[in-house]
């Protein structure tokens, strides 16, 4: 297996491990006044949310658990 094949399965892993796909609905756990965010784009442990009232962040879950709204 090449470096590219095993960077590939390490953010599947990752993926999968927070379960969000782009089109979740979040909040983040220490910033209630972001309000709700849209996942705009999930990389490994990389999620891209828009919130209404902070625009587009960039998470690592490895550091920050975003709460999936229901």
Do not use: C
């Not at 990752?14 to 209630?32: K, Q, S």
Request: proline share 4%.
């Amino acid at each position: 297996m090449n470096n590219d094949e095993g960077a590939k399965r390490a953010r599947a892993a990752a993926a999968m491990e927070h379960g969000l796909e782009p089109g979740d609905f979040v909040r983040h756990p220490r910033e209630p006044d972001w309000g709700l965010g849209q996942v705009q784009s999930v990389v490994g442990a990389n999620v891209t949310v828009n919130f209404e009232d902070r625009g587009k962040v960039m998470i690592n879950t490895t550091v920050v658990s975003l709460v999936l709204a229901r």
